[in-house]
């Protein structure tokens, strides 16, 4: 599949806002001076004012008023409007059209591919924050793409908070619907998660559906998963997202005793009889996550058990984790030689790959490709997946990869660190690696170096780095353990205290000179006991 570039987004800096009704108290005032000003020529020429669709047109004998001035004015007049107007209107995204080719059948699904407008709203407050508005809509446009659709169009508003109601307000909802209907679009992605409520009430105006950025991403996950494992995994993701979403649950309450409740009829045991389908569904689908649960959990000892033996053959782990399409699976081909499935797709890697290796002097591990991370990745997904983000956790050292060529790495470095803050796998030695280097120039290079001074710059499409990658990843992994017997005198009890606590400890015996200590050890532990090691 083939991917359109996202051009930057071209608007007037001002656009977005409230809605037109309710300009700034500058522009009204001045909108209203001039206003007064015509009205009063006009009543002394003898003249009549008519408003027409926020116009104001002089009909009668308001030509005798000196054409030329009125006409100044009248023009400055409907300046002040136009700029009031395309401050406060919807701000067109220009560049989010997409086109597919050589799609896949995964990502073709249907005959015709969804139409979709994207919508986003962004507070005028806080730094870059209309930036990081538009890079999280051309990541939406991606993900829409992705998931099997043609992106027509997409905008942006500027407004303090989300409309509770309709997300965008009544009045934009509006314009919203215009747009749809003049792209011949039949769908409407919200860059943001919407509450059940607002998904149906901008429905009811725009009259198509509407989704959001949590459906898009579910979407995406339920097309790549390929194992058991991961199948169960979105289903319980996509079961918790659609659970309170059943349209008619709060409308269908007194019928579960068979309409009989609010009728003082007999309340329990004729709930079954009188259930609505909606009813009926939540329980179903509530029944579904918990045998999913159960399975989710079933797979965990045979998970546990290939770790456990991966760390009795002392064999350590390097998890390459980073943000979607930053190319994990392309560098993971580069370093093994191996052929994992690399597209140019987001979430394109769901099920977690290992491959096995070897350092320059013999000493062998293993690469743990994970799933990608994205930007406000549904709590739904973080969950379900827990068992797999676990491979990041339980790994010895964390190849962070990100892509050094997009226009908001620092955002992508945030991101993943968050997702793996909430594993608990921040202790984890961390290599940084800024990928596609060879599409970046010099001044972008120190740009991220600034943001992660020892990072690595490879380029997993031409080799170039990957040394020097091999060789920091060499130097993170634990050595490996050395069995030594040593007698370690009384004065230094500390020692034998780190080696109980970081050590596996055979055993211990007390003599004359100290503490005889049988251990494997490895590390700076084992340069601490060097003096003391008995032959």
Known sequence: MTRRTHEDFAAPPHAGGDDPAEPTASASAESEDALDRLLARADRG?????????????????????????????????????????????????????????????????????????????????RGAQEDAENSLRELAALAETAGAQVLDGVLQRRAHPDPATYLGKGKAQELAEIVAAEGADTVVADTELAPSQRRALEDVVKVKVIDRTAVILDIFSQHAKSREGKAQVELAQLEYLLPRLRGWGESMSRQAGGQVGAGGAGMGSRGPGETKIELDRRRINTRMAKLRQQIKAFGPAREAKRANRRRGEVPSVAIAGYTNAGKSSLLNRLTGAEALVQNQLFATLDTTVRHAETADGRRFTYADTVGFVRNLPHQLVEAFRSTFEEVAESDVIVHVVDGSHPDPAAQLQTVRDVIAEVDALGIPEIVVFNKSDLIDASQQLVLHGLAPDAVFVSARTGAGIEELRSRIDAALPVPEREVVAVVPYAHGELVAELHERNRVLGTSYEEAGTRVHAFVSGETLAKLAPYLVD
């Open 46 to 126: 003898g003249g009549a004012t008519v408003i027409r669709e926020g116009r104001d047109v002089l009909a009668g004998e308001a030509q005798a008023l000196g054409a030329e001035r009125d006409d100044r004015l009248a023009d400055d007049l409907d300046a002040i409007r136009l700029e009031r107007e395309e401050r406060a209107s919807l701000k067109r995204v220009v560049g989010l059209s997409t086109e597919l080719e050589d799609v896949t059948e995964v990502e073709y699904r249907q005959l015709r591919l969804e139409k979709v407008v994207l919508i986003g709203v962004y507070s005028p407050s806080g």
